[in-house]
Nanobody
Framework: VQLIESGGGLVQSGGSLSLSCAAS????????MAWFRQVPGKEREFVAV????????FYADSVKGRFTISGDSAKVAVYLQMNSLKPEDSAVYYC??????????????????WGQGTQVTVSS
């Protein structure tokens, strides 16, 4: 089973993009799905997380009020709607799933399934 992402691209500052991520090759039970992002030379950074039920979401302060995470547990899918994009949002965005029930969902090591990453570039 793999997580496959789509939806990255180039957008001007202030614009919007939508990212999608879904399991391919099967499904699995998970506790939470999340988005992280990474720029060259820096650690992978937490962006947002959603519980399997969809009832709990949490965002990094840097994206709160601009990004919205949603999910579809039947499809093992997670989505990220990104509005009011800024140049500092430019990064490779990764989706991730926690199938083991970890306790700290802002930490990359909690997740055991990862997508291949999709580039988001915001021009000024």
């Amino acid at each position: 089973v793999q997580l496959i992402e789509s939806g990255g691209g180039l957008v001007q500052s202030g614009g919007s993009l939508s990212l999608s991520c879904a399991a391919s090759g099967g499904t699995f039970r998970y506790y939470a799905m999340a988005w992280f992002r990474q720029v060259p030379g820096k650690e992978r950074e937490f962006v947002a997380v959603i519980s399997r039920s969809g009832s709990v979401t949490f965002y990094a302060d840097s994206v709160k009020g601009r990004f919205t995470i949603s999910g579809d547990s039947a499809k093992v899918a997670v989505y990220l709607q990104m509005n009011s994009l800024k140049p500092e949002d430019s990064a490779v965005y990764y989706c991730a799933a926690d199938s083991a029930g970890g306790s700290n969902h802002v930490t990359a090591t909690t997740y055991d399934y990862w997508g291949q990453g999709t580039q988001v570039t915001v021009s000024s």
